[in-house]
């Protein structure tokens, strides 16, 4: 007779996580009643209807249920064993996109199929996780070695570049979630922390005509070329374990800068950027000469990071004007607040704000927002999603919503850790890492925060590729958690 034991260990919905489905069917229920608020015109009669957009998120919503029931049914091996057929296909697939006649809001990421639309940039997300998933479980993988270290950033790499020649650069960014992930497994924290210094140094464009107290240098120089100085001392410390010299260079660093600032402001006013440049020529040269005379690498590295964080910044500005899309360029100036732009590029955001904020505490009620149903906010059932549960639902509707989505990023982040292989852990990791890009940069898109780079918000904007992308992305996972406790035949 089988015992109650034993019958979990046979059963796929014995074992299945439901408390991460719950959350997943809470946030489709919110995400449906934002679409409804979001498109709904005054003197519409039926929100079902196929003909309207609330209708129609219904089908995908369906759909998704239909497909999350397949997901579960196959077994959580077959996601491992054709992790890299699954990965070339989606690839494949990208690149023939980039040639495909139908252009849709300047992009060429969708493939039209008579009244379907269905974009593979979406679905190449849990085909990556699942190759990258392959591959670091192999026997050997370490992050810690270069060869494993550039063999899964290529994997990320690749269609990051084919979604690009899409024009779809918002969908391409995604990818740098897996980064998050690489450093859960391994992925040395520098390498982490150069991109967040850098982010930081680009945001020092928007002081570069802004000028310190009474004297003429530039505030965006200025406070990038001491925090460069800051961080390589703390990089002393932290890498090359010397404490001495960490607290040598920050002294030196710092006390001059002050004592330079002080002389230009009160005797003779100059530019004391030229001052700094000479004080981290100095900082370069010194770890240079440790690197040398201890053969300590990290001393070396240290400098390197230093040389290319002033580069990066000196460089900054010619890529904002030079090298980036003039759409593209809008966008982060008025993200830096070099431009308003009201009328074109800032309006999305500045109207969202406005619906965000008029929501209040408890906000206007269900189909009574005046922002969204007047349309004065574009995409605002898709890319700007997010205002209408502002404007609608208030702080509160909104707080749960990202109380909501916490829980299930924590969720992932709690099977991931309680995985057998280490396949299901870094495919686990991987999904939290997108959701929480996704979350974390259309949120702040919305509420001004963050560049506009055109990226869904899981579970709540409108169509089914999207929905489908995320619907794989977790029940994937969900499979491959259910399969550490079946038993095997």
Not at 400 to 412: D, E, H, M, P, T
Request: aromatic share 16%; hydrophobic share 50%; glycine share 8%.
């Amino acid at each position: 007779m089988q015992t109650q034991n034993d019958k979990r260990q046979t059963s796929v919905w014995y074992c299945l996580d439901w408390w991460t489905v719950g959350i997943y069917i809470a946030l489709l229920l919110f995400g449906w009643i934002s679409v409804c608020g979001a498109s709904y015109t005054y003197g519409e009669t039926d929100i079902f209807s196929l003909s309207t957009r609330s209708g129609m998120q219904i089908v995908w919503i369906g759909t998704s249920f239909a497909l999350g029931f397949i997901l579960l049914m196959l077994d959580d091996r077959f996601y491992d064993t054709f992790a890299y057929v699954i990965y070339a296909a989606l690839l494949l697939l990208l690149f023939l996109t980039i040639f495909n006649p139908h252009e849709i809001k300047g992009s060429r990421s969708w493939i039209v199929l008579g009244p379907i639309r269905l974009q593979p940039a979406e679905f190449a997300k849990f085909a990556t996780a699942l190759a990258i998933s392959k591959l670091m479980s192999t026997f050997g993988f370490d992050m810690a070695k270069p060869k494993s270290f550039f063999s899964a950033v290529a994997i990320v790499l690749l269609p990051m570049l084919f979604i690009v020649g899409q024009r779809e650069t918002g969908s391409a960014l995604v990818y740098l979630a897996f980064f998050l992930m690489f450093y859960r497994e391994g992925m040395p924290g520098s390498i982490l922390f150069t991109g967040v210094a850098m982010v930081i140094y680009f945001v020092g464009i928007k002081y570069e005509q802004v000028f310190l107290l009474d004297t003429p240098t530039s505030v965006g120089k200025f406070v990038v070329l001491l925090l460069v100085q800051v961080f390589s001392s703390c990089m002393v410390y932290v890498y090359a374990h010397n404490r001495q010299v960490a607290l040598r260079l920050l002294t030196i660093c710092t006390g001059v800068t002050l004592l330079v600032l002080l002389f230009s402001e009160f005797v003779i006013p100059f530019d004391i950027v030229w001052v700094q440049l000479g004080i981290s020529a100095f900082l370069i040269g010194y770890l240079v000469f440790e690197g040398l005379s201890t053969r300590i690498i990290h001393y070396l590295l240290i400098a390197l990071f230093s040389v290319g964080s002033i580069i990066f910044f000196y460089s900054a500005d010619y890529v904002l004007n030079n090298v980036m899309e003039p759409h593209q360029r809008v966008r982060i100036n008025v993200l830096l607040g070099l431009d308003d732009d009201l009328a074109g590029a800032g309006y999305n955001v500045h109207q969202s704000e406005i619906a965000i904020g008029s929501g209040g505490l408890q906000g206007k009620g269900f189909l009574n927002g005046t922002q969204t149903k007047l349309k004065f906010v574009p995409e605002q059932d898709t890319d700007f999603i997010f205002c209408t549960v502002g404007e609608e639902e208030g702080f509160l509707g909104s707080a749960c919503v990202l109380l909501l989505f916490l829980a299930l990023i924590l969720r992932l982040i709690y099977l991931s850790e309680r995985q057998s292989f280490k396949f299901g852990r870094v495919y686990g990791y991987s999904v939290a890492s997108i959701f929480l890009f996704h979350v974390f940069i259309n949120v702040g898109m919305v509420l001004g925060l963050t560049p506009v780079i055109g990226i869904p918000l899981p579970f709540f904007s409108y169509g089914g590729s999207s929905l489908w992308g995320f619907t794989f992305l977790l029940f994937i996972f969900l499979r491959i958690d259910a399969g550490r406790n079946l038993v095997r035949t």
